[in-house]
């Protein structure tokens, strides 16, 4: 089968793509190795910066389904930053008057939600569909795909992997490496009867041994809690199965968790998922007929985790390199080389101060004093440098 483009990976990345492939009339061929509704290891949180990724692709429909969703939790409180002795920071979070400033929503809901945007007049969908090789082939890469028992050759002009962390299109067609200090490995796990969110908000605890990682609390729809954490995956020996011992170590040192989570009841099995760190001089982003968007493009941010807008742009931005690039008839990496600039354009900034601040996280003090109710944290109220703070953890 021959095909304009092959999108891999049926997240929000993806399917911010195939909605601007279908907009500039492409045919393509949208593929996940998942059957929708899945699950994903994710926070479940966002703000107004993820409404306006998804206005920025000419839908205003699609965020108002968001908004609309009974699946959606609006956090009209917030964010709550905790340090590592227990003292709270709110940061301010623009909202407009009729929005919350945060909202949660599990990603399996999310993600089936904006899914069923795509355009089956234009987009080929398959799910349950596995790449299993992806390779040059003459003027076109040849993808061997699988559903079930079953193979097919599909050839494309160019492929965007929007298939996450663990990218098979990357390691297939970019030969990537991987720095240890540019990976972080997440645990997240469902519960009920968490206390103290009687106002809906999340909260980010950074505190040892976590540093610069943190433990996190979502409250979502339908009384359920997403409770995780984070941790630099060279701190833990880049071993998953001591997330699990380091999450009941973080609860049981502080008293303010312990409280919080005296009642909890686990409703899930803890699940474990890497994430790359958004600014990584390793990681590229193109090369000859392959765009990356979305995580597998590591575009979390270093400080907070965030990156389901990020990767809504992405899937974009890749979809409008791809039409340009099927338009002049040029798939080699300088040709697509725009993507490129785009991303560094839009994020790099973000990410070069957020591993910045990650750099002096790695001890409690930094947070201890941004959180702090000292002479010094109420000067710094003021200062650019918290300005700066709070625009990086906007969400």
């Known amino acids: ?18 909605i601007t492939l279908s907009q500039r009339g492409i045919d393509h061929v949208l593929i996940d190795r998942a059957v929708f509704p899945r699950d994903k290891v994710d926070g479940n949180a966002f703000g107004q910066d993820l409404l306006a990724a998804l206005n920025r692709l000419n839908r205003p429909d699609l965020a108002a389904a968001l908004l609309a969703s009974p699946d959606l939790l609006p956090c ?8 590592d002795r227990g003292d709270r ?61 079953q193979t097919e050759t599909l050839h494309t002009k160019l492929v965007i992997g929007a298939d996450g962390a663990r990218s098979r299109v990357a390691s297939l067609l970019l030969n990537q490496t991987e720095d240890p200090t ?44 997403k409770v995780g954490l984070g941790t630099r995956a060279d701190q833990i020996g880049n071993d998953p199965a001591r997330l699990s011992g380091l999450l009941s170590e973080v609860i049981a040192a502080k008293p303010w968790l312990r409280e919080c989570l005296a009642t909890a009841e686990p409703i899930s099995e803890p699940e474990t998922w890497p994430m790359t760190f958004g600014g990584s001089a390793q990681i590229r982003r193109s090369g000859d007929r392959v765009l990356l968007a979305g995580d597998a493009a590591g575009l979390c941010n270093p400080l907070t985790g965030f990156g389901t807008a990020k990767a809504i742009d992405s899937g974009r931005l890749a979809a409008a390199v791809a039409a340009t690039a099927i338009r002049v008839g040029q798939f080699d990496r300088a040709a697509l080389s725009a993507y490129d600039r ?48 709070d625009a990086l953890v906007q969400v």
Not at 7 to 16: F, N, T
Not at 95 to 104: S, V
């Open 342 to 389: 785009d991303l560094q354009r839009l994020f790099d900034q973000e990410f070069v101060l957020s591993r910045r601040i990650n750099r002096w996280n790695q001890s409690p003090w930094l947070m201890n004093f941004l959180t702090g109710r000292s002479l010094p944290r109420r000067l710094l109220q003021s200062a650019k440098t918290l300005r700066r703070w």
């Open 182 to 225: 540019d990976r972080a490995l997440t645990l997240h796990r469902y519960y009920r009867n968490v206390a103290g969110f009687e106002q809906p908000h999340i909260e980010a605890h950074y505190i040892q041994p976590l540093l610069p990682g943190f433990l996190f609390i979502a409250p979502l729809a339908h009384g359920r809690f």
């Open 76 to 83: 009209p409180a917030g964010a709550w930053i905790f340090s």
């Open 89 to 149: 920071y709110q940061p301010p979070l623009p909202h407009p008057a009729d929005q919350a400033p945060i909202y949660t929503m599990d990603r399996q809901a999310m993600d089936a939600l904006l899914l069923g945007f795509v355009d089956r007049s234009t987009a080929d969908l398959r799910l349950g569909c596995e790449l299993v090789t992806l390779e040059p082939a003459g003027d076109r890469l040849a993808a061997v795909v699988k559903i079930g028992e």
């Open 1 to 18: 089968m021959e095909t304009n483009v092959l999108v891999v990976g049926a997240g929000p990345a993806g399917v911010a793509s195939s």
